[in-house]
């Protein structure tokens, strides 16, 4: 079975704290994604990778960055958290073919204090 | 991406089998079905995809009518775990791209 691992379930964090958000994946999958999910919202992307040191823009990347320094890890960071951005946090990956489906870490819920 | 129409919950009794509709009837040729759940503050879970044959894994089945203008994922024997909100996605591709939810049946499993 596919194991995407999030470093944590639950993080409280103050404004303006660099917050780094870990993600691990264990089936050698190319692609990675993070997304947040908020109510009302749905799911919207963040940041994806296709490949190691690759990053490319989702929908909402203001506030954020991303590195993936080995294919297995992709971290998102918020570099001065704002309480705009306490909301759930889910790493994604998966691989080729197109209609291979993306497996889900149990996400982070984040509180900006 | 063809839009999905899913009723907005559904009850069901443990032990019994869980049939959940979805409606895509703009679904094009090359577009999969895809079913996701997730259970209250956890990540969606990857249920079960397909094109156009119908298809069973060890958690679902999923049937495909002819047309494609329709599917059902059957849970045959529901669990007070299989409590949780479901997704039906109809899309070309998700392996490189973006997911987008709807809004789901929540399905409630009840003892």
């Known amino acids: 079975d596919v194991k995407v691992t999030q470093s944590s379930r639950y993080l409280v964090k103050r404004t303006g704290e660099k917050v780094f958000l870990e993600c691990v994946q264990d089936?050698?999958?190319?692609?990675m994604f993070w997304y947040r999910q908020d109510p009302g919202l749905g799911l919207r992307l963040i940041y994806f990778?296709?490949?190691?040191?690759?990053?490319e823009k989702g929908d909402i990347p203001e506030g954020y960055s991303v590195s993936r320094e080995k294919k297995e890890r992709f971290s998102l960071i918020l570099e001065s958290a704002s309480t705009n951005q306490t909301s759930m946090y889910l790493c994604?990956?998966?691989?080729?073919?197109?209609?291979?489906?993306?497996?889900f870490g149990d996400g982070t819920r984040l509180s900006i204090l | 991406d063809a839009k999905t129409t899913q009723p907005p919950s559904m009850d069901c009794a443990e032990g019994r089998a869980a049939n959940l509709p979805c409606n895509h009837s703009t679904i094009s040729g090359n577009e999969y079905v895809y079913w996701y759940r997730q259970i209250h503050s956890q990540g969606p879970q990857y249920i079960i995809h397909g094109l156009k044959n119908n298809e069973t894994n060890e958690m679902a089945s999923l049937i495909i009518t002819e047309d494609r203008k329709s599917s059902t994922l059957i849970l045959p024997h529901a669990t007070l775990r299989d409590t949780a909100v479901y997704y039906c996605?109809?899309?070309?591709?998700?392996?490189?791209?973006?997911?987008?939810f709807g809004e789901g049946t929540q399905l409630t499993v009840n003892p």
């Open positions: 996605i109809v899309a070309r591709e998700t392996s490189g791209s973006r997911l987008t």
């Open positions: 089936m050698d999958h190319e692609n």
């Open positions: 994604a990956s998966s691989s080729p073919p197109r209609n291979q489906p993306q497996h």
């Open positions: 990778s296709y490949d190691v040191k690759m990053k």
